[in-house]
């Protein structure tokens, strides 16, 4: 089939997948995130591979009708922060990462965080109207650890979403035509502020669960007046009679602080 791609350059394997099962990419809507890493290779490549086009505004119903005349036969939403316009024209499918209706929205995997890892999963639906509410072609749980965070979530997501789709595609008209709706009880999510800065008055597994919520990159602590971004968070509880927030050394590879209950290992970079 001849796909449009709209999404995330984090979700490329999924997309490297349909290719590598005989599929084409006609042309890709990054994410915003996508292109302030000035283009990854993973979408120089696809660019490179099939001379698709990039767009890099909110996807129109021109754009829409383009792609329809370029023999685009479906397109395919994956990690895309905009909504992207229905025609009836072409098929349009979304691949989410729980098992919808649970955790619509912008900030999934952060929900699944939160939930200790329950509803987590690969959701394959028609896009319509309404954001992650659309009949459901195929779903399939998927396996996650109360330690999880978005990181290595989102590593399970893209294998999970790998096979899926492969298994979508061989048999999209059957699946396309016995889609389902989505049923049961919905729960959305809402946008969080990135980065998030995190404040050292905590005890550790609240700290800790807060940081596994945070995207690769996304979390800001303040030593000494001064924000600094966490590569690494590692830390234990110790009963101490210190103040939290107290810094105990910094020796230029790793930064110890107190918790409330206990110590935080950190590994930082100047933000």
């Known amino acids: 089939m001849n796909l449009a791609w709209f999404g995330s ?23 915003l ?3 302030q890493l000035i283009f990854p290779m993973s979408i120089r490549d696809v660019c490179s591979e099939f001379q698709a086009p990039i767009f890099l505004h909110k996807p129109t119903a021109g754009d829409i009708e383009r792609l329809i005349e370029t023999d685009v036969e479906l397109l395919v939403s994956i990690g895309y922060q905009h909504k992207i316009p229905i025609d009836p024209r072409i098929h ?35 896009l319509s109207g309404q954001i992650d509410a659309g009949d459901i072609l195929c779903q399939r749980q998927l396996g996650a650890l109360p330690t999880d965070d978005v990181e290595t979530l989102m590593a399970r997501f893209n294998l999970g ?17 016995n889609a389902t709706p989505q049923s049961g009880e919905a729960t959305v999510t809402s946008s969080l502020k990135t980065p998030q800065i995190l404040d050292f008055h905590s005890s550790v597994g609240p700290w800790l669960k807060r940081y596994r ?12 007046e001064k924000n ?14 210190l103040a939290a927030g107290t810094l105990i050394y910094s020796n230029g ?18 933000y």
């Open 228 to 241: 600094a971004r966490i590569l690494f968070a590692s830390a234990w509880e110790e009963a101490h009679e």
């Open 92 to 126: 349009a499918i979304n691949i989410h990462p729980t098992m919808l209706p649970k955790f619509r929205g912008p900030s999934p995997l952060e929900a699944v965080v939160k939930a200790e890892g329950k509803h987590f999963g690969v959701t394959i639906h028609k």
């Open 161 to 177: 979403a790998m096979a899926l789709l492969s298994e979508c595609l061989k048999r999209f008209p059957d699946y396309w035509a």
């Open 9 to 31: 350059h984090l979700c490329y394997p999924v997309i490297r997948r349909a290719i590598d099962d005989g599929h084409s990419i006609r042309a890709i809507f990054p994410t």
């Open 33 to 35: 995130a996508s292109t």
């Open 253 to 270: 590879q790793s930064t110890v602080v107190t918790l409330n209950d206990g110590f935080l290992l950190l590994r930082l970079a100047s």
């Open 213 to 224: 919520m945070c995207v690769p990159g996304g979390a800001i602590v303040q030593i000494d």
